[in-house]
């Protein structure tokens, strides 16, 4: 089928209740171009207010009702073909109506669906057209959803007789050195009332463009019975798919004089087994995992292509080779990334079965629909080379119970029933499994506060000794047993357990404490039927605000909150910020996988020296790597260094603080007391006596300048490119100035528009949409979207510094090609 992009031209609104309408209530529609978040642009404030808020788990953001619409005109030549409309994302409860009439919806906020349009439509001189969408969120997720047309949005022409939607699905399942067998299935339909006899004709190209391998068939379609056409090609000499080497491929197939179809695979194999856990082309792999929600930071829900691949490469680039979608399927952009940049999936569908954990979640719809959103899942990432694994859940309570297990075996063979080449995991967290017990033992503790009540005092601790008890490992055999990897959520004490208890269970590490990697990692590396670890959370999010935040002990709160009050905005625990900047633990977690050996310094904010620390598990120490702190001298700083090796040596303005150990034996990490002065601070790493390597901290000096720097300098027209521009306060020298912040103020001119900006602050009642934003220790970012062929102007202002301008040229992108990375 023929797919244009049906992004522009969209109006929408909040939506009214037409009898308040009718009495004089008007809310207008303004324009907007898709993909696009509704949340993101209403204002936020503290529970209580006048309209019903999301709390804190929403980011304090309000839910609502928000309608869009568009028209549009059909050309009379499509008369009596197949017209369909693709959404890849409505979030939530979407409903789709074509001139009036009510032509299908889809309540699963993350699935991608179609809606057949024909019998609905106008042609030709008959008149326009009018699509309207109606989306609803209301106090139906853990985090931060957005709200609206939040992905792209596609128009389908075909003929009668045609490539199904989804119809070309690619398996690899014979490879070796010399060839590798590709099985292309294509599913075609035929609406006509005659009997059809078409040709197939299929080729597979290599990156390069080269046609590698081809065949024809003949296929005979019944009218309304769709066939299947199964070819079975040879690729020679197969360059393999893999993190390091992400070698693709296009399968092209053709129904002759009637329709065509192109897909990207990869040739990869996969193996396992408790032995040599994951295999991927013969090799074992660990899976150097991050958990990630789908916002997009400064754009809300917003999913752009450019602004998913973005992601994946600043975490890839920090040392990790896997994400896991947390926790719903993941963006079609951003397995497209995943696919080209060498970034392994493991792809979740659900966060909730029929147990709910918010007030009207997508547990009341699970039952009707579930099948329906595997179905959309699995269809969506079969020819992903990227994709190595399908979760079913995460942390279901009912999976320990009878009738949970029995659900997960359901949903597990319904996944392996539709792509039988991948795994099946389910992410159990052994403490929700069995909640009801834990809620009886509470209950029934005696009132000095032992037993299940002093455990509960540390969330770690708690989670992982409960997961390891007896009771746990009774509860979950079930749900554990249909899977093919037994997925774990804080429970790294079963991992030794389990090779005893379970000899033939392999486990992945779904969801951990980013606190406890060095342990974790060794258990990895040293188990295995242990195939990886996936932190919580490896980028920063909207909504459940302060889980990661740093926090104090005081008389008030003698113990730390698992949430923070409004106007706090962020989760604040991922190793990347918002804006796609690294954090301190970030550093930590690629020095303890091996992939760097120069030592990180991280410096504990001074004005909370002496201070007992109370952050949750999600957070990491109060640190900054910076030596700039203005009104500190001579007070008292604690210093943290990571490192690789034997010993570490600090030196503050070339006088040395000695040297102390550090590396696995000391959990990668030292600390050095001392007073505050401005200058150089220098870590310098040992092993066997002989330097590893060394990395310097400078105080900024000197007035403050205004930086401005866009990603590349040239970006496409279309295929949802977008122009990063970072903003930073230095010194002459290019030294960052986290002390300094102040507003910065864009004008935005030419060929694009401010998309998002922003910063990092955690707490803030600053707009995404704004103008004008505060920096946040030195740092601010901003997004431009291009509107055609040209150049973008921006013009980025703030006091006492000189303005400073980026210029970013937009090309028109040819049909057919990616937006890449340079």
Same mark, same amino acid.
């Given at each position: 089928?023929?797919?244009?992009?049906?992004?522009?031209?969209?109006?929408?609104?909040?939506?009214?209740?037409?009898?308040?309408?009718?009495?004089?209530?008007?809310?207008?529609?303004?324009?907007?171009?898709?993909?696009?978040?509704?949340?993101?642009?209403?204002?936020?404030?503290?529970?209580?207010?006048?309209?019903?808020?999301?709390?804190?788990?929403?980011?304090?953001?309000?839910?609502?009702?928000?309608?869009?619409?568009?028209?549009?005109?059909?050309?009379?030549?499509?008369?009596?073909?197949?017209?369909?409309?693709?959404?890849?994302?409505?979030?939530?409860?979407?409903?789709?109506?074509?001139?009036?009439?009510?032509?299908?919806?889809?309540?699963?906020?993350? +699935?991608?669906?179609?809606?057949?349009?024909?019998?609905?439509?106008?042609?030709?001189?008959?008149?326009?057209?009018?699509?309207?969408?109606?989306?609803?969120?209301?106090?139906?997720?853990?985090?931060?959803?957005?709200?609206?047309?939040?992905?792209?949005?596609?128009?389908?022409?075909?003929?009668?007789?045609?490539?199904?939607?989804?119809?070309?699905?690619?398996?690899?399942?014979?490879?070796?050195?010399?060839?590798?067998?590709?099985?292309?299935?294509?599913?075609?339909?035929?609406?006509?009332?005659?009997?059809?006899?078409?040709?197939?004709?299929?080729?597979?190209?290599?990156?390069?463009?080269?046609?590698?391998? +081809?065949?024809?068939?003949?296929?005979?379609?019944?009218?309304?019975?769709?066939?299947?056409?199964?070819?079975?090609?040879?690729?020679?000499?197969?360059?393999?798919?893999?993190?390091?080497?992400?070698?693709?491929?296009?399968?092209?197939?053709?129904?002759? =004089?009637?329709?065509?179809?192109?897909?990207?695979?990869?040739?990869?194999?996969?193996?396992?087994?408790?032995?040599?856990?994951?295999?991927?082309?013969?090799?074992?792999?660990?899976?150097?995992?991050?958990?990630?929600?789908?916002?997009?930071?400064?754009?809300?829900?917003?999913?752009?292509?450019?602004?998913?691949?973005?992601?994946?490469?600043?975490?890839?680039?920090?040392?990790?080779?896997?994400?896991?979608?947390?926790?719903?399927?993941?963006?079609?952009?951003?397995?497209?990334?995943?696919?080209?940049?060498?970034?392994?999936?493991?792809?979740?569908?659900?966060?909730?079965?029929?147990?709910?954990?918010?007030?009207?979640?997508?547990?009341?719809?699970?039952?009707?629909?579930?099948?329906?959103?595997?179905?959309?899942?699995?269809?969506?990432?079969?020819?992903?080379?990227?994709?190595?694994?399908?979760?079913?859940?995460?942390?279901?309570?009912?999976?320990?119970?009878?009738?949970?297990?029995?659900?997960?075996?359901?949903?597990?063979?319904?996944?392996?029933?539709?792509?039988?080449?991948?795994?099946?995991?389910?992410?159990?967290? =052994?403490?929700?499994?069995?909640?009801?017990?834990?809620?009886?033992?509470?209950?029934?503790?005696?009132?000095?506060?032992?037993?299940?009540?002093?455990?509960?005092?540390?969330?770690?601790?708690?989670?992982?000794?409960?997961?390891?008890?007896?009771?746990?490992?009774?509860?979950?055999?079930?749900?554990?047993?249909?899977?093919?990897?037994?997925?774990?959520?804080?429970?790294?004490?079963?991992?030794?357990?389990?090779?005893?208890?379970?000899?033939?269970?392999?486990?992945?590490?779904?969801?951990?404490?980013?606190?406890?990697?060095? =342990?974790?990692?060794?258990?990895?590396?040293?188990?295995?039927?242990?195939?990886?670890?996936?932190?919580?959370?490896?980028?920063?999010?909207?909504?459940?605000?302060?889980?990661?935040?740093?926090?104090?002990?005081?008389?008030?709160?003698?113990?730390?909150?698992?949430?923070?009050?409004?106007?706090?905005?962020?989760?604040?625990?991922?190793?990347?910020?918002?804006?796609?900047?690294?954090?301190?633990?970030?550093?930590?977690?690629?020095?303890?996988?091996?992939?760097?050996?120069?030592?990180?310094?991280?410096?504990?904010?001074?004005?909370?020296?002496?201070?007992?620390?109370?952050?949750?598990?999600?957070?990491? +120490?109060?640190?900054?790597?910076?030596?700039?702190?203005?009104?500190?001298?001579?007070?008292?700083?604690?210093?943290?260094?990571?490192?690789?090796?034997?010993?570490?040596?600090?030196?503050?303005?070339?006088?040395?603080?000695?040297?102390?150990?550090?590396?696995?034996?000391?959990?990668?990490?030292?600390?050095?007391?001392?007073?505050?002065?401005?200058?150089?601070?220098?870590?310098?790493?040992?092993?066997? =006596?002989?330097?590893?390597?060394?990395?310097?901290?400078?105080?900024?000096?000197?007035?403050?300048?205004?930086?401005?720097?866009?990603?590349?300098?040239?970006?496409?027209?279309?295929?949802?490119?977008?122009?990063?521009?970072?903003?930073?306060?230095?010194?002459?020298?290019?030294?960052?100035?986290?002390?300094?912040?102040?507003?910065?103020?864009?004008?935005?001119?030419?060929?694009?528009?401010?998309?998002?900006?922003?910063?990092?602050?955690? +707490?803030?009642?600053?707009?995404?949409?704004?103008?004008?934003?505060?920096?946040?220790?030195?740092?601010?970012?901003?997004?431009?979207?291009?509107?055609?062929?040209?150049?973008?102007?921006?013009?980025?202002?703030?006091?006492?510094?000189?303005?400073?301008?980026?210029?970013?040229?937009?090309?028109?992108?040819?049909?057919?090609?990616?937006?890449?990375?340079?």
């Amino acid at each position: 089928m023929i797919r244009s992009s049906f992004n522009d031209n969209w109006q929408t609104r909040s939506k009214v209740n037409p009898f308040a309408e009718l009495s004089g209530t008007k809310a207008p529609f303004r324009p907007v171009t898709l993909p696009h978040d509704a949340m993101i642009e209403r204002e936020r404030s503290a529970p209580g207010g006048e309209v019903t808020m999301e709390g804190g788990a929403g980011a304090y953001f309000p839910g609502g009702t928000y309608e869009y619409r568009k028209t549009f005109t059909v050309p009379e030549e499509h008369r009596g073909k197949r017209i369909l409309f693709e959404f890849e994302g409505v979030y939530r409860d979407a409903v789709v109506y074509i001139n009036g009439d009510y032509a299908g919806q889809r309540p699963f906020g993350y +699935s991608h669906f179609h809606i057949d349009a024909g019998r609905f439509l106008r042609f030709g001189e008959d008149g326009d057209n009018e699509i309207r969408v109606e989306a609803r969120t209301h106090r139906d997720s853990r985090w931060y959803t957005g709200a609206g047309i939040y992905r792209d949005t596609w128009m389908l022409v075909g003929e009668l007789v045609r490539i199904a939607p989804d119809g070309v699905r690619v398996t690899t399942p014979d490879i070796d050195a010399e060839r590798a067998v590709v099985e292309v299935a294509t599913r075609v339909e035929n609406d006509s009332i005659a009997i059809r006899t078409v040709d197939v004709v299929t080729e597979i190209r290599d990156g390069g463009g080269s046609v590698v391998g +081809s065949d024809v068939s003949k296929v005979t379609v019944l009218p309304g019975e769709p066939a299947t056409v199964r070819q079975r090609l040879y690729v020679r000499a197969p360059l393999l798919w893999s993190t390091d080497t992400p070698a693709l491929y296009t399968a092209t197939v053709t129904l002759k =004089g009637l329709d065509g179809e192109s897909v990207t695979f990869g040739i990869r194999s996969l193996r396992l087994d408790p032995e040599h856990g994951l295999r991927i082309n013969g090799g074992t792999v660990k899976l150097r995992g991050a958990c990630v929600h789908h916002d997009n930071g400064v754009l809300g829900a917003a999913t752009f292509a450019r602004a998913e691949e973005r992601r994946v490469q600043l975490l890839k680039d920090a040392g990790f080779n896997a994400l896991r979608m947390s926790h719903h399927p993941m963006s079609k952009a951003m397995l497209d990334a995943c696919d080209r940049l060498g970034m392994l999936v493991v792809d979740e569908a659900f966060d909730v079965w029929t147990s709910g954990k918010s007030e009207f979640d997508y547990s009341l719809d699970f039952p009707e629909w579930w099948e329906r959103d595997i179905e959309a899942m699995v269809a969506k990432d079969i020819n992903h080379p990227s994709v190595i694994m399908y979760s079913i859940g995460n942390e279901i309570p009912e999976t320990g119970t009878p009738s949970g297990a029995a659900r997960g075996r359901q949903l597990a063979e319904k996944v392996r029933s539709l792509d039988p080449t991948r795994y099946v995991t389910n992410a159990v967290n =052994g403490m929700l499994a069995v909640m009801s017990e834990l809620t009886a033992m509470r209950e029934n503790a005696p009132a000095d506060g032992a037993g299940i009540n002093t455990l509960m005092a540390d969330a770690g601790d708690m989670m992982n000794a409960i997961s390891a008890s007896a009771l746990v490992t009774e509860k979950t055999a079930e749900s554990f047993a249909v899977l093919d990897v037994a997925g774990m959520n804080y429970a790294e004490a079963r991992y030794a357990l389990d090779r005893d208890l379970f000899p033939h269970r392999i486990i992945l590490g779904t969801e951990t404490f980013p606190t406890r990697i060095d =342990g974790n990692w060794r258990l990895v590396e040293q188990l295995g039927h242990v195939i990886g670890d996936f932190t919580w959370t490896g980028w920063d999010y909207l909504g459940e605000v302060g889980i990661g935040r740093p926090q104090y002990l005081t008389p008030d709160a003698p113990r730390p909150s698992h949430t923070a009050p409004y106007p706090h905005l962020l989760a604040g625990c991922g190793d990347l910020d918002i804006t796609g900047h690294r954090r301190p633990a970030s550093y930590y977690r690629e020095i303890v996988f091996g992939l760097r050996t120069e030592p990180y310094i991280a410096v504990r904010r001074p004005e909370h020296h002496g201070r007992t620390w109370a952050g949750t598990p999600w957070a990491w +120490s109060d640190t900054v790597p910076s030596w700039t702190w203005p009104g500190c001298t001579g007070e008292p700083i604690t210093i943290e260094v990571y490192g690789d090796a034997d010993e570490v040596e600090l030196l503050v303005n070339g006088g040395s603080l000695g040297r102390r150990p550090v590396g696995r034996g000391h959990r990668f990490r030292t600390e050095f007391e001392t007073s505050y002065e401005p200058g150089e601070l220098l870590a310098v790493a040992y092993r066997d =006596g002989a330097e590893t390597g060394r990395t310097v901290l400078r105080s900024a000096t000197g007035p403050v300048r205004l930086r401005a720097e866009a990603d590349r300098p040239v970006i496409t027209a279309n295929g949802g490119d977008l122009a990063y521009v970072t903003l930073t306060l230095t010194d002459p020298d290019g030294t960052l100035h986290p002390a300094a912040d102040r507003p910065v103020r864009l004008e935005v001119t030419g060929a694009g528009v401010l998309l998002g900006f922003g910063s990092a602050d955690p +707490s803030t009642e600053e707009r995404f949409d704004a103008t004008e934003r505060r920096t946040y220790e030195g740092r601010a970012l901003a997004v431009l979207r291009p509107t055609g062929p040209g150049k973008i102007h921006l013009l980025a202002t703030a006091p006492e510094c000189d303005p400073v301008d980026v210029v970013v040229t937009v090309e028109q992108r040819p049909a057919g090609q990616h937006v890449h990375l340079p």
